[in-house]
Each structure stands twice: as C-alpha cells, then as structure tokens.
C-alpha cells in the first residue's frame, strides 16, 4: 500500500534538535525515514554531523539526509541547504560503497554552494577573531571565536544575501553564470582577505577563479543528474498525498535568529527554517518532533549555563562519546537545562520530544535539572538567548534521583528503574509534553517507542 494512503498519520512531520545539535536527530530521522516517502533536509551544510547505526554499522552523514538508508526512499537536498559539492560527491561515493543506493538523492537547483573561498574565509575570520581582531570580547568567558566547523558556512550564507556572489547549483550547469560570480567574487575577496591577512601576519593565497570554476563545472557534470526543482518535486509528491519528513540540521539553540546569538550558525535550525529552506509552507507541518538529550552539550563556542567542568562531566562525556561527528572536537557536557529545552519546545511548537542517550545517566546516585535562571540577583523560568545576558546567568538545579543500573537492554517504560522512570517523567511535566520517544543505546532495537504513531509498521515505498 502506498503510503499516502494511510491517513491516521500525520503527512508532514518534522524533527528538529532542540539543544546545540548533536541530540540524535539521525537515529530519529532513520527510524521515520521508512515511513515516509520523501526526506528533505532544509538547513546547515557539512557542519551537520548524523550519526546513524544500522546493523552495528555505524555510518556518518553531513549533507545527505539521514533518510537514505531508508531503502526507496526519495531524499532531498532543499534550496535552504549550502552545499560542498566535493563533500557531498565524496559522502555520495562513501554510501555505494558500502551498498548504500543514492539514486533517490535530488539537489535543489536553487542550493547555494560552498567554494573553496567559502572555506578559507570561515578559517581567517575564525583566526582573526581568536586573536582579538575584530571588537571587545563577546559572551561568558569564551573567546570571541564563533568556534565554527570552518566548513565554509557563514561565508556561503553571507553570499547568499549578499545576491550577486551568491553561486547555486543550478550556477553549476551554466558555465557563463557561474564564471561572471566567481569572477566578481575572487576580485572582491582577494582585495578584502589579502589585507586583513597581512596586517594580521597570516598567509594568505589569493583565489583563482579559473582554478575554482573549472572545478565547479566538474562537479556539476557529476552532480547533473540529481538537480532538480526540488521545491516542485516536494510539492508534487504532497499533491499526491505522499508523506514528507523535514529533518533539521544543527539545532534549535544554534539558529540564527532564535538561538545563542552570536554562538550560532548560519540558519533557521528550527523548525521556522524549514518553510523557506523547502519552499512548503510552516503551517502544512503538521507534527514536530523535537530531539534532546537527556543531558547538555555544546560544541564550539558560546555560554552554556549548566555546563560541568568536573569528573562528572568527564564520566558523561567519555560514557556519551561527546566527541564531534564532524570535528572530532571534545563537546562540552553539562546537566539538563530545562529552561532552555522550554524555550525551545514553544519556538517548535514541538508535538512530543524524543529523549536520546538515557543510558549514558545511569550509575549516578543523584541527577540534576536546571528549572530556572538567576540573572542580576532576578529568578526567572524564562530563557535569555542573546549571549550577552545568557552568560551572566546562575543555573537554579534541582536534585533528584539517579538510577544505578544500565538500561541499555530495556525496550519498555515498565521495564526503566524508578529513577530513569521519574527522570523521563520530570522532563514530561517540566515541558508539558510527552516523551513519545526514549532511546537507551545507539541501535535501532534500542528504543523505548511510546507514541504508537512512531511503532507503526514499515512499509515498503510506493
Ligand atoms: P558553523 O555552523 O560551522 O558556522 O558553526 C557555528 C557554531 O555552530 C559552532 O559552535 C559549531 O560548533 C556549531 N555547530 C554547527 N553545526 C553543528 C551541529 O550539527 N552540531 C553541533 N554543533 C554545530
């Protein structure tokens, strides 16, 4: 039966992360992914790091949704989306050759893409800023580094609103389109780079746009036969009922507009991003699944309240494996921050949250969950998310029991210790919505599914 036949689930579901990324949205997004017909991411770039475990093979993806392994599936790269094209040819050859079919892959032809000056730029501003280059000191103690994956982000969504340097992919099939950009691009850049290098001491080699278009044709030749009008394609498969999963990237805390400004990334993260990054409109989402740890991390740069700089840290991030998909990184680890989470269910309109990495909580006595702010000697339950005054916050926590064994082979709510069970609970009550979703290990089989909409059978693709 084809899926759009069904119609007690919802057509279109999103999931977001709701903390600084890195909740297990991929794990998620591959449970959902059979599900449904077609995936679309719609934000971020190959900052993204999705980890998906199937079979014991663990798999990480950056560009390519994390519904490809979701056999038949149609997996799209939305026009919100900045994409590396060598990363993603790269990530494309890595999937086949490990039996992964890519044929349903399609790029949006309105994609913006990260060249090599995209890259290079997010490095220099990195340094300048690391050095004291560019203003006073921003945030709670941290550098004034962003802390960025330097994977070309920022600077590709600058060129994007900037317009006439702004390269699509689509620009990757009309050789005279793209070589006019490049071509403005190099010259504008050259002269801004090579001046900011050299009054800072940092080498610098000025970009060659004949260099840079020719290899951009060569990737477009490889890419030509997944660009596509994605938005069409999208709204094509909703005219005939099928069902789509928007899959944010990054996250909630780290959105441009609504997260930790300026320790963010450089788009709507949330769920708000994935109207102007797909082209369907916010109001046909009709169910939003937001994903969180069960603790916090945070990668790069920027306040976090409830962050451990202890043994207790230390033991959650060896246990969790906080170290980045996508940097290698160590993360920054702290206590639950609910006020955030808070924040972040009501910008999402979250229907239900998915609680990811339990597990790694168990063998602590006690557990504790911050329910509120102190700012300049005020309590609030409110969450601040400039910088400037999310930095100058005392996290209020709240102490509650911990549970001493592991979990990782429970498959039921009865089945979790009592500690874990008012854990999950608190988390519910706190948030006033449910956890339809718990996972205690990085397996597929290891999942809690409360909500009968997530257990329903797969079936096979129309
Ligand atoms: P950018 O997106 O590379 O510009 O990085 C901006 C900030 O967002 C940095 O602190 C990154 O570490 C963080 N970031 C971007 N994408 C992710 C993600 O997928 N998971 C976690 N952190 C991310």
Redesign the pocket.
């Known amino acids: 039966m084809p899926m759009g036949t069904d119609s007690r689930a919802p057509r279109c579901t999103a999931v977001v992360g709701l903390q ?3 909740e297990g949205k991929g794990k998620l997004v591959d449970l959902l992914a059979p599900r449904h017909d077609v995936v679309v991411r719609y934000n ?1 770039g190959a ?3 999705h980890s998906v475990v199937v079979n014991d093979e663990r798999f990480a993806l950056h560009l390519v949704p994390s519904g490809i392994l979701a056999p038949g599936a149609t997996t799209v790269i939305g026009n919100g989306v900045v994409v590396d094209p060598a990363r993603l040819l790269e990530e494309i050859s890595g999937l086949e050759s490990r039996g992964v079919d890519t044929s349903g892959l399609k790029l949006s032809d309105r994609a913006h893409v990260v060249l090599e000056y995209h890259k290079a730029e ?1 490095g220099l501003r990195e340094d300048l800023l690391a050095r004291g280059a560019a203003g006073p000191r921003v945030g709670a103690g941290t550098s004034q580094e ?6 070309g ?2 600077p590709c969504y600058a060129d994007k609103v900037t317009r006439a340097t702004g390269v699509r992919v689509g620009d990757l099939l009309r050789p005279d389109a793209l070589r006019r950009k490049v071509e403005l691009a190099c010259t504008m850049k050259n002269a801004l780079f090579a001046g900011l290098a050299e009054s800072n001491g940092i080498e610098w080699a000025p970009f060659d746009p004949d260099a840079i278009v020719r290899t951009a044709l060569g990737y477009g030749e490889h890419l030509k036969s997944r660009i596509t009008d994605t938005t069409y394609l999208v709204h094509d498969a909703l005219a005939e009922n099928k069902r789509v999963l928007f899959e944010g ?3 909630t805390l ?1 959105d441009v507009d609504h997260g930790t400004y300026p ?4 788009s709507n993260a949330c769920v708000l991003g994935a109207g102007p990054g797909s082209g369907v409109p916010g109001h046909q989402i009709d169910r939003v699944i937001g994903v969180m740890k069960a603790y916090s991390t945070r ?4 306040p976090m309240p409830t962050e451990l700089h202890d043994a207790t840290g230390e033991r959650i991030r060896e246990r969790g494996r906080e170290f ?1 998909t ?2 290698g990184r160590p993360r920054r680890v702290g206590w639950l921050d609910l006020v955030a989470l808070r924040y972040a269910c009501m910008i999402n309109g979250v229907s239900e949250v998915a609680i990811m990495l339990l597990d790694v909580l168990a063998g602590f006595d006690t557990l504790r969950l911050c329910t509120a702010y102190e700012i300049d000697g005020v309590r609030t339950d409110r969450f601040t998310p400039d910088a400037e005054d999310l930095g100058r916050v005392t996290p209020i926590f709240e102490e509650v029991d911990g549970f001493g064994q592991e979990i990782t082979g429970v498959t039921t709510l009865d089945e979790l210790p009592a500690g874990a069970r008012a854990y999950v609970e608190r988390i519910e009550a706190f948030l006033g919505v449910r956890a339809g979703l718990i996972s205690v290990g990085p397996d597929r089989a290891q999942t809690i599914i409360q909500d009968p909409a997530l257990n329903a059978p797969a079936e096979a693709h129309a």
């Open positions: 600084w990324g890195d971020g900052n993204a790091g997010d962003i802390g960025t994956t330097r994977r982000i920022g990237a990054n996250a780290l320790f963010v990334t450089s990668v790069g740069g920027g980045g996508t940097t």
